[in-house]
């Protein structure tokens, strides 16, 4: 694996571990050209997934992607970053075995909201306001509203 820091295509594994929900295997690196320290991950990927966008473009399944938007979600709110690892693992695996290589992005929208709605009610609502493309405060208002009627039933 190439060193991020000096791009030696000769690194060495150092450490190797599983991580903790065994969804990928950690792996700590030294390059001996410059001497820095880095981790890298492991993943089993089942297929390749395209996404189908709302306008109809494809573009290759990008978990880092996905993993983004979560955590931006989830900013400056008590979450565990092993729980946003499952959180995201858990969205990729059902992605992956739901049967399909071509995913909607709505799909995946949705499989997000359903994760953070369980997780975080702040987070859940921050996405939402994103993927539903909230664009007045009116918005947020009607939203939440249905959010506290669902949760009252």
């Known amino acids: 694996m190439k060193c991020p820091f000096c791009n030696n295509l000769e690194t060495q594994v150092k450490d190797s571990r599983p991580t ?24 089993v990927q089942l297929r390749d997934l395209t996404v189908i966008k709302k306008d109809g473009k494809r573009t290759p399944f990008n978990r880092d992607k996905l993993a983004n938007s ?6 400056k709110r008590k979450v565990d970053a092993d729980r946003i690892e499952k959180l995201i693992s858990g969205i990729v695996r059902r992605l992956e075995s ?16 359903e ?8 987070a859940y609502v921050r996405f939402a306001s994103v993927y ?17 009627d669902n949760s009252k039933q």
């Not at 739901?98 to 909201?113: R, Y």
């Not at 994760?115 to 702040?122: A, G, K, P």
């Open 132 to 148: 539903k493309n909230f664009r007045e405060a009116k918005d947020f208002e009607d939203f939440l509203g249905e959010l506290k």
């Open 115 to 122: 994760s953070l709605s369980e997780i975080d009610q702040v």
């Open 20 to 43: 903790e929900d065994d969804s990928a295997i950690r792996r700590r690196r030294l390059c001996p050209n410059c001497g820095s320290r880095f981790t890298s991950f492991e993943r």
């Open 70 to 75: 979560i955590i931006i979600a989830l900013r």
């Open 98 to 113: 739901s049967g399909e290589v071509d995913i909607p992005s709505q799909m995946i929208g949705k499989l997000v909201m």
